[in-house]
């Protein structure tokens, strides 16, 4: 039945406006900033969902340092920490979509990393893909760049005689500041290949680890990610950590330190200017008072990095015996030793200063528990379970790493890797309390705070 005049009338109106509609999309620019190099491979799957950060674990960075806005990860740049996935990849294809805001970017994304950061560093043992633009030496590139950091290792093609290890690109193929640029990372047997804005432009082999967490880097600078996608590839059978007895590969581990606040700390206005925060570190110049947890914990594994910042001064310091006593001379005077000192400072336990891991400049070494040690009302076991079974601590301003674990009234310390205090008994210790950094007089700075509660264990 043919339609009636108004009817037709109208119709054609409409025609009109959708042939003039089209033909204004289809000269209207894509979605700003998209790449024509993202992939329609059904076999890449979302690892960021667009909308939050599940799936994701913040590793040692502010919640305000990663935030998603419309689609994106967004990354404050502070302070320079990471962002890992919860799952660990062997061989597989990432793509994903980056740019920068300022000129002089800086950021990163690991690969085969390691779940926690090594001593002394804010970033993990992995595969660094560099992710920066405004930058260029005879060492690095802007250009995308890919390096072993902290104790991975990789051969590189394309070295420079000063870029050690690092693989440099073949070309330049980067878009400048506030401009989308498109990566695709594949892994897979032991190599790495880096493709810019659509073309293969770094390469390694034989990276060792080749299985880890992918890491997102905060380095000072905002940075936005989206689009990320990975395509798993079959495994080779790859060792996610040659060393086994590496705790730090532990996921269970909580930050106590933000980076940018004190949040969950007791800091108060008697800290302030003296407890302060240093990017991923805490700087204490020996003054003020102890910093304590908010929170109580009862058992747990403790890891906690510091390092000495004052001046080391040759000092007589006193020499103590494998069962706790002081050493004497021949004519019976308590022994002391020519030691180069720089302070004094500890880690309270369950809200007790006698409960006390020491840090300090003593030949005996960092890790014992001066309050048990030396009261005379403890028996031989305990004062002597107490005293370091050796001296692991690193020389004075080189970083020094502590895992501590309390479990029920028995202690465990590991400095650097060496165990020092092995289940000591603290008779009389509370079943639960706070953490407390310590005031002793000495300026001191700490970093890498984690803490895994131990329940039903």
Request: charged letters at 25%; aromatic letters at 8%.
């Amino acid at each position: 039945m043919p339609l009636p005049t108004q009817f037709r009338v109208l119709w054609l109106q409409a025609l009109s406006c959708g042939l003039v509609l089209a033909a204004a999309a289809s000269l209207a620019p894509a979605q700003p900033g998209a790449t024509e190099h993202l992939t329609k491979d059904p076999d890449f799957k979302p690892i960021f969902n667009g909308s939050n950060l599940d799936g994701w674990v913040n590793i040692n960075t502010a919640p305000s340092t990663w935030q998603v806005k419309e689609g994106v990860i967004v990354c404050s740049g502070k302070p320079t920490g990471l962002l890992r996935t919860q799952r660990s990849f062997e061989n597989f294809i990432l793509e994903f979509e980056w740019k920068h805001l300022s000129a002089e970017g800086n950021g990163g994304l690991f690969v085969c990393s390691d779940a926690l950061p090594v001593r002394g560093q804010p970033f993990t043992r992995a595969i660094e893909v560099q992710v920066m633009l405004g930058g260029e030496g005879d060492w690095y590139t802007s250009d995308g760049d890919i390096f072993p950091i902290h104790g991975a290792t990789m051969v590189p093609e394309n070295p420079r005689p000063k870029g050690g290890s690092r693989a440099f690109p073949t070309e330049k193929r980067m878009k400048p500041a506030g401009e989308w640029n498109h990566y695709r990372v594949e892994v897979n047997n032991g190599d790495i290949s880096l493709a810019v804005n659509g073309k293969v432009v770094t390469r390694g082999r034989k990276l060792s680890p080749r299985i880890g967490y992918i890491c997102l880097e905060s380095e000072g600078s905002e940075l936005h990610f989206r689009n990320l996608k990975v395509k798993d590839l079959p495994a080779s059978g790859g060792s996610m950590d040659p060393a086994a007895d590496r705790i730090e590969m532990s996921t269970d581990f909580k930050p106590l330190f933000t980076g940018v606040d004190f949040a969950g700390w007791k800091h108060t206005d008697k800290h302030k200017d003296h407890w302060e925060v240093d990017d991923w570190t805490i700087d204490f110049d020996g003054q003020s008072e102890d910093l304590w947890s908010e929170q109580s914990y009862k058992d747990f594994i403790l890891i906690a990095d510091w390092r000495w910042t004052g001046k080391a001064v040759d000092n007589d310091l006193p020499v103590i015996l494998p069962n706790g006593d002081q050493a004497r001379t021949d004519d019976g005077k308590p022994k002391t030793q020519k030691t180069p000192e720089a302070g004094d400072s500890g880690i309270y336990l369950r809200g007790s200063s006698k409960s006390q891991v020491n840090m300090w400049c003593w030949p005996v070494g960092s890790g014992e528990v001066y309050g048990y040690r030396t009261d005379a009302g403890m028996s031989p076991e305990v004062r002597a379970g107490v005293t370091p079974k050796l001296n692991a601590d690193s020389k004075i301003g080189d970083w020094n790493r502590f895992v501590i674990t309390m479990k029920g009234d028995r202690l465990t310390v590991v400095l650097n890797g060496k165990t020092v205090i092995d289940k000591a008994q603290l008779p009389g210790v509370a079943e639960s309390g706070p953490i407390a950094l310590q005031k002793h007089g000495s300026p001191i700075q700490f970093g890498n705070l984690y803490i895994k509660e131990l329940k039903g264990d």
